[in-house]
């Protein structure tokens, strides 16, 4: 059973010249983090290494978003995403993720590169919450959780077909909108 999640509501930033960085293996178990990921996220290098990148998971953050994510990564692509993520004492940040699949000098894919930025806070205000906000209303108005990330994920494929593109030029796009 999972335990439950604790938000202060609380909003932690970073600054425009850090990155976030982190790798994972194949599992989505983080294999490094940088300096600038541990203090933003809280916790020691010793409380993430081999834990699931999931422990950073916000509630507010739709399943939808990351079905895609790893829809794509599984389909070797990079993907650009804002994702909202809740650190070891409850607090949230947002980030502009750049995820790259990792391979190997044989070429195999062997985990995940993130690199994360400090995301526009306008286009986090005034494009991604309302849409992530519709998004886990779809999810959970659901009778369970594989319906509502079902309904969610068609919502997010008619946007995309909407706009006549794949989710990175979506994304890419909202700076300009």
């Keep these: 059973m999972a335990k439950p999640v604790h938000l202060t509501g609380r909003e932690r930033t970073f600054q425009e010249n ?5 790798k994972t293996d194949l599992k989505g178990r983080i294999t490094y983090a940088n300096r600038t990921f541990l203090e933003v996220a809280g916790y ?3 409380e993430v290494m081999g834990e699931p990148h999931s422990i950073l998971r916000h509630p507010a953050m739709p399943r939808a978003v990351f079905k895609l994510m790893w829809d794509t990564l599984g389909a070797g692509e990079e993907i650009f995403a804002y ?3 809740r650190c070891k004492n409850g607090d949230h940040y947002w980030v502009n993720a750049h995820v790259t699949p990792s391979r190997n000098t044989k070429g195999e894919l062997v985990g995940y590169h993130s690199n994360r930025r400090v995301p526009d806070r ?5 494009k991604i919450l309302p849409l992530y906000k ?3 209303a779809l999810e959970d108005g659901a009778d ?3 319906d ?3 309904v969610s994920s068609k919502a997010v494929a008619d946007l995309l077909a909407s706009k006549g593109c794949r989710y990175d030029e979506f994304i890419a796009t909202l700076k300009h909108a």
């Design 18 to 22: 850090e990155i976030i960085v982190s």
């Design 44 to 46: 020691t290098e010793k």
């Design 83 to 85: 994702v909202i993520n």
């Design 122 to 126: 306008r286009v986090v205000e005034e």
């Design 134 to 136: 519709s998004l886990k």
């Design 144 to 146: 369970n959780r594989k």
């Design 148 to 150: 509502g990330l079902v």
